[in-house]
């Protein structure tokens, strides 16, 4: 940018009369400085932007759903988990992490492409707990009592986790990103982050009389509010102004706002039907029984009006900060659960499993938003991207070709083939993604102490004109790993799913969705369950026993003899069952920088012990491409081709059972510019915000120089003119 900056400046001095020259100097210096003062708020505005977007669950399919609030309508199906899950989001702009708590299965979506980076397991039930604060991820176990700061992209634990050495009933972030939480105790904790030391630092410890394991937490900008209402305490912290009140005890489950602000603070309590307000120092009871709202769900604080669900009614009551009516109820057109989203400066209130949903406006108005779409693709956040034809890449040294013998090194006198290369349909090009796949069935073949393999069955999808490419299988349970999912061309897979450490193979419950796809993308998913049968004992069938026919002499008397064969004993040896597979979905590529050239990265790996411990093959695989290099299942460092456009790389572990492959990793490679003369090939490089800032500031300084020193010289030859 200076380059170009001072390609105009040279071009508006050059130009003109000398008292032109000098005032374009000082206007473009002033130009300058007033857009390096102003870069930086620029700059920060643009982060603070909205996306205008906001991402709903329907955990009857299993999936979540970008709705567009301008439009109702929605603009983005994926399918996250299997059906009847129960979903959690966490969103912010440029994140999207959801959790499963059927499974426990977390999953972080990279937005920009709508592909998952990376899986995490956590306990199954109401134990787990996903926070995203100041542009952190932090990852919760209540029953464990502990909280890992986990890496935004792949989910991996960064440093080591603050433990509470008892259970937490709750944990919060306020906006300024600090962590409260407090424990079966009642004690109070306020946690910061060190990067430096790479661990929480606990900034405050405070013991709350009253304050137990069914307190909870409701986070401000600044400070928390902790409710703990079987104890009949309230006390507010760090919002500049301490508080500490009694009111009424209540037993049962606590459902807390997750945000408010500091003056109005509402909870339900279901099993007693009261909201509870904390309105200034005023603690507020308010029986919903007059409402016609038996069990009041968890509310939410919008516009200075309290916005409670009430559960199984389908509606939702709106309350005054006094606990009066404050508007007419919202009537959600279905006998769920509603559940409140805040998102973009709208209330959205979504019924899991309902077509739609209602959109509250800053201004009270309520409209409708569609939030199933049965014509809307559903996309498989584990897929392999679909690149982009790019323009023809410069000539480079010895292309990579992958060599299907080799494990991706090629070697002089086999045959190679060259990666595919997958085109994006032009415009005018007509055509769409294929249907659902029907009669979607699922068997059970065999099973042992650490592994089930299940068969699955669907019928053909109708082309409709554009050719299948094949289906995806997604398995999803409480199987190590918790999602399996293999791509065939046929109607029929089988996979291998093991279950070494769990109670997976005694009972437990599988569900498994096809999608077929084709060159316009995938299309919406069959599904299917199946509970898992538990291998029975092993029962050996003894031959029959084998008489022969009596002998009869004439001479003596009849003698009968009866010859009786003695049994043959079968001995049934089971062989032993195959090595399991490590865990699928987790960190092993550790770091990913540049090879010799621009087309190849060099990946390290960084194994967990099941991937170290493997028995069979690992190799570095270029998923975009099917690129593939062998290395040491304990880690170790390759080189991998890599092609311009998206490359999701990934490892994957072999064994006589399957494969499984590791949370993926990123490595886009834009497409170069050749014009950095003699012919050479050059890559822009981007200019750090604040040296660009310092560029400006330079250079604007630079031409008011040049402008006080033009005007010196002009003065100067006037004055020679004159005399």
């Known amino acids: 940018m200076g380059a170009k900056l001072g390609g105009i400046a040279r071009r508006v001095i050059g130009a003109g009369r000398r008292e032109s020259a000098s005032v374009s100097a000082a206007a473009l210096g002033l130009l300058l400085l007033v857009g390096a003062a102003l870069g930086d708020g620029i700059s920060r505005t643009a982060v603070e932007v909205s996306d205008g977007l906001t991402w709903l669950n329907d955990d009857q399919r299993g999936e979540v759903v970008q709705v567009n609030p301008s439009s109702g309508k929605p603009q983005t199906r994926l399918q996250v988990s299997g059906a009847d899950a129960q979903l959690e989001i966490a969103q912010s702009d440029d994140k999207l992490i959801v959790l499963d708590r059927r499974t426990g299965q977390i999953t972080v979506i990279d937005l920009a492409t709508l592909l998952s980076s990376g899986r995490r397991q956590a306990p199954p039930g109401p134990s787990a707990k996903v926070l995203i604060a100041s542009d952190r991820v932090f990852v919760v176990d209540r029953a464990a009592g502990s909280v890992h700061n986990a890496d935004p992209v792949t989910l991996a634990d960064i440093g080591s986790p603050w433990l509470a050495g008892q259970p937490l009933a709750d944990v919060v972030a306020d906006d300024d990103g600090v962590l409260w939480t407090v424990d079966h105790g009642g004690n109070l904790h306020s946690l910061e982050w060190s990067d430096e030391d790479e661990k929480f630092l606990e900034r405050a410890n405070k013991a709350v009389s009253g304050a137990g394991p069914r307190t909870a937490l409701v986070p401000h900008e600044r400070g928390v509010t902790l409710l703990g209402l079987e104890?009949?305490?309230?006390?507010?912290?760090?919002?500049?102004?301490?508080?500490?009140?009694?009111?009424?005890?209540?037993?049962?489950?606590?459902?807390?706002?997750?945000?408010?602000?500091?003056?109005?603070?509402?909870?339900?309590?279901?099993?007693?039907?009261?909201?509870?307000?904390?309105?200034?120092?005023?603690?507020?009871?308010?029986?919903?029984?007059?409402?016609?709202?038996?069990?009041?769900?968890?509310?939410?604080?919008?516009?200075?009006?309290?916005?409670?669900?009430?559960?199984?009614?389908?509606?939702?009551?709106?309350?005054?900060?006094?606990?009066?009516?404050?508007?007419?109820?919202?009537?959600?057109?279905?006998?769920?659960?509603?559940?409140?989203?805040?998102?973009?400066?709208?209330?959205?209130?979504?019924?899991?499993?309902?077509?739609?949903?209602?959109?509250?406006?800053?201004?009270?108005?309520?409209?409708?938003?569609?939030?199933?779409?049965?014509?809307?693709?559903?996309?498989?956040?584990?897929?392999?991207?679909?690149?982009?034809?790019?323009?023809?890449?410069?000539?480079?040294?010895?292309?990579?070709?992958?060599?299907?013998?080799?494990?991706?090194?090629?070697?002089?006198?086999?045959?190679?083939?060259?990666?595919?290369?997958?085109?994006?349909?032009?415009?005018?090009?007509?055509?769409?993604?294929?249907?659902?796949?029907?009669?979607?069935?699922?068997?059970?073949?065999?099973?042992?102490?650490?592994?089930?393999?299940?068969?699955?069955?669907?019928?053909?999808?109708?082309?409709?004109?554009?050719?299948?490419?094949?289906?995806?299988?997604?398995?999803?349970?409480?199987?190590?790993?918790?999602?399996?999912?293999?791509?065939?061309?046929?109607?029929?897979?089988?996979?291998?799913?093991?279950?070494?450490?769990?109670?997976?193979?005694?009972?437990?419950?599988?569900?498994?969705?096809?999608?077929?796809?084709?060159?316009?993308?995938?299309?919406?998913?069959?599904?299917?369950?199946?509970?898992?049968?538990?291998?029975?004992?092993?029962?050996?069938?003894?031959?029959?026993?084998?008489?022969?026919?009596?002998?009869?002499?004439?001479?003596?008397?009849?003698?009968?003899?009866?010859?009786?064969?003695?049994?043959?004993?079968?001995?049934?040896?089971?062989?032993?069952?195959?090595?399991?597979?490590?865990?699928?979905?987790?960190?092993?590529?550790?770091?990913?920088?540049?090879?010799?050239?621009?087309?190849?990265?060099?990946?390290?790996?960084?194994?967990?012990?099941?991937?170290?411990?493997?028995?069979?093959?690992?190799?570095?695989?270029?998923?975009?491409?099917?690129?593939?290099?062998?290395?040491?299942?304990?880690?170790?460092?390759?080189?991998?081709?890599?092609?311009v456009g998206p490359n999701v790389l990934v490892v994957r572990a072999h064994g006589p059972s399957g494969s499984v492959q590791s949370a993926v990793r990123n490595a886009p490679v834009r497409d170069p510019i050749e014009n950095c003369g003699g012919g050479r090939i050059c890559q822009p490089l981007s200019v750090p915000a604040s040296d660009e800032s310092n560029q400006l500031v330079g250079g604007g300084i630079g031409l008011l120089a040049t402008a006080w020193l033009l005007t010196l010289r002009n003065r100067r030859m006037r004055r020679g003119e004159s005399e």
């Open 231 to 643: 104890g009949g305490v309230v006390v507010r912290v760090g919002a500049g102004r301490d508080l500490t009140a009694s009111t009424e005890s209540f037993a049962g489950e606590v459902l807390a706002a997750q945000t408010s602000p500091t003056g109005l603070v509402p909870a339900s309590i279901p099993d007693a039907s009261t909201v509870v307000l904390v309105t200034g120092d005023e603690v507020v009871p308010v029986d919903m029984g007059p409402y016609d709202c038996p069990r009041p769900g968890r509310p939410a604080v919008f516009r200075e009006r309290v916005y409670v669900p009430c559960l199984g009614s389908g509606k939702v009551v709106v309350l005054d900060r006094t606990g009066q009516r404050g508007a007419d109820d919202v009537q959600t057109g279905d006998s769920g659960d509603p559940a409140l989203v805040f998102d973009d400066g709208k209330l959205f209130i979504n019924t899991p499993g309902a077509g739609s949903g209602v959109i509250v406006d800053a201004d009270g108005r309520t409209r409708d938003v569609v939030i199933r779409s049965p014509e809307l693709p559903v996309m498989d956040p584990e897929r392999s991207p679909i690149p982009s034809v790019p323009s023809p890449p410069p000539p480079r040294p010895d292309p990579p070709t992958r060599d299907n013998r080799g494990n991706g090194q090629n070697t002089q006198g086999r045959e190679t083939t060259v990666p595919p290369v997958t085109t994006t349909p032009s415009a005018d090009v007509s055509g769409a993604v294929p249907g659902r796949p029907a009669g979607v069935t699922v068997s059970q073949r065999s099973i042992n102490g650490t592994s089930v393999v299940v068969a699955v069955s669907w019928s053909a999808v109708p082309d409709g004109g554009e050719p299948i490419t094949g289906y995806t299988v997604t398995a999803t349970g409480g199987f190590t790993g918790g999602s399996r999912e293999t791509r065939v061309a046929g109607t029929s897979a089988e996979l291998v799913l093991p279950c070494a450490g769990s109670t997976f193979c005694a009972s437990g419950k599988l569900d498994v969705s096809v999608a077929a796809y084709n060159r316009f993308g995938v299309g919406e998913a069959g599904a299917a369950s199946w509970t898992i049968r538990p291998a029975a004992g092993t029962t050996t069938t003894q031959p029959p026993v084998t008489t022969q026919p009596p002998v009869v002499t004439t001479t003596q008397p009849p003698v009968v003899t009866t010859t009786t064969q003695p049994p043959v004993v079968t001995t049934t040896t089971t062989p032993p069952p195959p090595p399991p597979l490590p865990t699928a979905g987790v960190a092993v590529i550790s770091t990913v920088g540049m090879g010799s050239h621009q087309y190849e990265r060099r990946v390290t790996t960084a194994p967990p012990a099941d991937w170290a411990s493997h028995s069979g093959t690992c190799e570095v695989v270029n998923t975009t491409y099917e690129f593939g290099v062998p290395i040491a299942c304990a880690g170790g460092t390759v080189t991998i081709a890599v092609e």
